[in-house]
């Protein structure tokens, strides 16, 4: 008999008791769809973390207080004060000469705030910022103007709002510009508001108050630290040494000579691509695993069915090993049944899973990724699966003796 | 030709040894009729199975075709039930939900002959047992008699040495036995060698000879 006409015997006998075959497959299609969506999902969120960071400037590199450790992100970093706008400013006067890979500089100080407007207030993200910042952050306004070189120097009391902070305070589709907004009991008058960038999670560019870095840190906070510095490099390809140019010129500026004692810590965006990418993939991985529980519980729940359909038909394998059915044969029926009820399983399932993070990557607004090695390995799995949870119910089929089979009732 | 040389068939259950056939022997020349009968508990399912290569002798030899099916592997034993043995089973034995042809078509489908050829032997043998107006029929759709005639098509489907029929009659109404008995002969005057096994005097009258047999052992 040929492995073809096995194939129909067993969709034959499949198709005998469909609510049976549905329900026993049922298990492998949940196992292999939550498999899926969730591989999916994380692909999509690594993806989308992704696109955030690239999004801020792919070469840029980010100077902020506190020491270095190996690994990267700490919480301690950014609480420190170790950084200043003397910092920024020496750089700045270094870029392209001294720093030949330093293509602009940017000095920020942040702080969550209220704003008042009127009668309406929101708790947003206040960063002092200078010039520079629209260049190396990428920030365009929308109307009116970004916050000017004159504006640092004379501490003018200004302010560029992001659209959502706009939105917040003034209402959808009004143009704040030369209305006034109250931060920290000073009123800031609006000068502009920027282009709305998308994205949400951690420090939406839309959901801040631009304000000179200089009115920030006299007149609304009264420090003289700066948060982070903003570093551009000419290009993406000489990170590393911009990476290096600053970190010796700030150790000098700090008078350290031994770079384990720096006070600060330089991150590219890889570096942050890096420790995010790592996080979300082992979250992945072990969201997977949890699913891929339920794909042998699936596989147990195909052997039960098997093992209770060989038990029925035994009559049926009596008849056929009579009628010349070598053990062989029936061992590669019962097998080729078991496969189809998993394969079959792990093709809807893939559907279903594909279904699901489709769904959820659109409300969600992540970037829907599927990739091809998911779908094979949730399809392999799932033939895997009945090879081996159909094999033990195969071999009981197969040994049955045809004599006590044909007697059974 | 069959030779059953001191066939003897012992089961052991829970170290109590049965004895199902002791020292039996005969032989049953191609293109007989032979019938064998016995009341119940006589041994002769024992010895039907072990003709039919269902299942092996404790000692002695069956000699089928001077091939000594009694010291076989299970596949060989297979191949023999396939190729040389044509089963006729009291309860018929049809595969369910599939149609006469099908049925009919299984055991040449277990020998490997192509798909076109089955069909044609299908066809054949289902007219000749009279069905040929049944043939996409269900097996639950045909009536007793019309069933035990498809096993018989079956059963002669791969041309074995001998046809093997166990009660042939015994779920059937008298009138469609005397059919059967009919198609029997018939198929024994084309030249297929018939051994059946009985217990209703009136069917094995049918037959050319009767062996007797009783607790295991041939009346003489």
Redesign the interface.
């Known amino acids: ?1 040929s492995l073809l ?1 096995l194939l129909g015997e067993a969709v034959g006998s499949l198709t ?1 008791n469909k609510l049976r075959t549905a329900l026993a497959t049922l298990g492998i299609i949940i196992g292999t769809g939550s498999v899926i969506a969730l591989i999916s999902l994380g692909q999509a969120s690594q993806k989308s973390v992704a696109a955030q960071i690239q999004a801020l400037g792919s070469n840029l590199l980010t100077v902020m207080p506190g020491s270095q450790t190996s690994g990267g992100v700490r919480g301690a970093a950014g609480s420190s004060t170790s950084l200043t706008y003397a910092d920024a400013q020496a750089l700045l006067a270094q870029a392209g000469t001294g720093l030949s890979h330093v293509k602009s500089v940017s000095a920020e100080v942040n702080r969550r705030a209220q704003v008042v407007a009127g009668r309406n207030n929101t708790n947003t993200q206040i960063m002092g910022v200078t010039p520079a910042y629209a260049d190396i952050r990428k920030v365009s306004v929308a109307s009116g103007v970004f916050i000017a070189e004159r504006d640092v120097h004379s501490m003018a009391k200004v302010a560029v709002l992001g659209p959502t902070v706009a939105a917040d305070l003034f209402g959808e589709g009004v143009d704040p510009v030369g209305q006034s907004v109250k931060v920290a009991n000073q009123s800031l008058k609006v000068i502009g508001v920027t282009v709305a960038k998308g994205g949400s999670g951690f420090q939406s560019p839309d959901d801040m108050l631009f304000v000179p870095i200089t009115t920030a840190q006299k007149q609304l906070f009264g420090v003289d630290y700066v948060s982070t510095i903003s570093i551009e490099a000419s290009s993406a390809d000489v990170m590393v040494e911009a990476q290096t140019e600053v970190g010796y010129l700030l150790l000098a500026e700090h008078k350290l000579t031994d770079p384990a004692q720096a006070d600060f810590t330089i991150m590219s965006q890889q570096d942050i691509l890096g420790a995010a990418s790592q996080i979300t993939g082992t979250l992945t991985a072990l969201l997977s695993g949890i699913a891929a529980i339920s794909l042998v519980v699936g596989g147990i729940g195909i052997m039960n069915i098997m093992l209770v359909t060989v038990t029925e038909r035994t ?2 394998i009596g ?11 029936v061992v590669w029926q019962f097998l080729i049944e078991a496969v189809i009820l998993t394969f079959a399983g792990g093709v809807l399932g893939t559907l279903l899973g594909a279904a699901i993070s489709y769904l959820v990557s659109t409300v969600a607004s992540l970037p829907f990724t599927l990739s091809p090695q998911s779908i094979a390995l949730a399809l392999g799995v799932s033939g895997i699966i009945g090879l081996v949870f159909g094999w033990y119910p195969a071999q009981k089929a197969a040994a049955l ?3 006590e089979a ?1 007697r059974y009732e | 030709m069959i030779r059953a040389d001191k066939l003897a068939k012992i089961y052991t259950n829970g170290g109590v040894a049965t004895v199902a056939l002791e020292d039996v022997s005969f032989t049953i020349a191609d293109g007989e009729f032979v019938a064998i009968m016995g009341p119940s508990g006589s041994g002769k399912s024992t010895l039907m199975h072990i003709l039919g290569a269902l299942d092996t002798p404790t000692s002695g030899d069956y000699l089928l075709d001077g091939q000594n099916v009694g010291k076989m592997n299970q596949d060989a034993l297979a191949e023999v039930r396939n190729k040389k043995i044509g089963f006729i089973f009291q309860a018929y034995n049809l595969l369910p939900r599939r149609t006469a042809v099908q049925n009919v078509m299984l055991p040449m489908a277990y020998a490997g002959i192509p798909k076109q050829e089955r069909r044609e032997r299908a066809l054949k043998y289902l007219t000749m047992v009279g069905l040929g107006d049944r043939l996409d029929h269900f097996s639950n759709q045909l009536s007793g008699g019309q069933q035990q005639r498809v096993a018989i098509a079956r059963g002669i489907a791969m041309n074995p040495s001998i046809l093997l029929a166990d009660e042939p009659t015994g779920n059937i109404a008298s009138a469609q036995a005397e059919e059967i008995m009919t198609i029997f002969k018939e198929l024994n005057t084309q030249g297929h060698t018939i051994v059946m096994i009985t217990h209703e005097p009136d069917i094995a009258q049918h037959a050319q000879r009767i062996i007797h047999i009783k607790d295991g052992r041939l009346v003489a």
Not at chain 1, 319 to 326: F, I, Q, S, V
């Open positions: 008999m006409e005998l009559r049926e008849l056929r090993k009579a009628l010349g059915a070598k053990k062989r044969v003796q045809p004599i044909l």
